[in-house]
């Protein structure tokens, strides 16, 4: 069985996940920040696609140490499985997430990928090879399933959130909308991507909660399944 997939992101007013440079900005404070801390803390896995380790370099540790004690306490490793979604193997063994915390990494690739870049990354990760030139995102996540992977947190880009709701794998989404204006319409969004063409092709949402965080608001949504 795949595993439940939730996606959370900070995003501008008006849509946009950073700035046209994709370069990262302040979107939220540290109360939604700790909100975000908790359902990474929550989760068994968190992912991210290579646009955002390129453009981040983000590490996706569980940052309060609460929230990893209460992971080792309930028997789970001290933070979340680090997935990446990189066909090419274009992650740089330097990156953040090999160098800080501990725990299982996992580097999804596609059969695109050069085998000896691949067996410097099987010293770091767990390589998984699925699909021939993007990654195959629904073999991928019954991949994670047989794992034993039940929950994971997609923390972006907009390009592989658009890969993964077109492919129907999204099951919650908490959007956190902060109080500025970002701009440009080459700048990331929610779920970039081609877009669909027509509505039976749109993915609605439930809406299951607005709640007002600091000086934004946060919106969660369930995934309505096409029947
Ligand atoms: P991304 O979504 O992180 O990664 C996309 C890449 O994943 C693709 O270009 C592709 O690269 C790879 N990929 C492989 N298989 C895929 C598939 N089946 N479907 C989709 N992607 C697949 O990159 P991004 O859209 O450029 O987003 C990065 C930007 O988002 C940065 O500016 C970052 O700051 C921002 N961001 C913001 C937030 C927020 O909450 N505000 C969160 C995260 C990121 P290959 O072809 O090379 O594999």
Request: glycine share 10%; aromatic share 4%; net charge neutral.
């Amino acid at each position: 069985m795949r595993p439940h997939i939730i996606v959370n992101v900070a995003m501008s007013a008006d849509g946009k996940l950073s700035t046209r440079e994709r370069r990262q900005v302040k979107i939220s404070g540290i109360q939604d920040f700790n909100r975000v801390d908790r359902l990474k803390a929550g989760s068994d896995a968190v992912m991210v696609g290579i646009g955002t380790v390129l453009a981040d370099d983000p590490s996706l540790t569980v940052k309060a140490e609460e929230c990893r004690n209460n992971r080792i306490k309930r028997g789970a490793d001290e933070h979340p499985i680090r997935i990446v979604v990189d066909s090419r193997a274009r992650i740089s063994p330097d990156a953040a997430i090999f160098r800080k915390g501990t725990g299982k990494r996992v580097i999804a690739v596609s059969r695109k990928a050069d085998p000896k870049k691949l067996e410097h990354l099987k010293k770091l990760a767990t390589v998984i090879i699925a699909g021939d030139e993007e990654v195959d995102l629904p073999q991928l996540m019954e991949e994670l399933g047989t794992m034993g992977i039940q929950r994971i947190m997609v923390e972006g880009g907009g390009t592989l959130i658009a890969g993964l709701i077109a492919a129907d794998l999204v099951d919650e989404i908490y959007s956190y909308i902060g109080n500025i204006i970002i701009g440009g319409k080459d700048a990331p969004t929610l779920t970039d991507g081609e877009g669909f063409l027509h509505e039976s092709q749109f993915c609605r949402l439930t809406l299951l909660e607005a709640r007002k965080i600091e000086t934004g608001m946060l919106l969660h949504w369930s995934v309505d399944h096409p029947q």
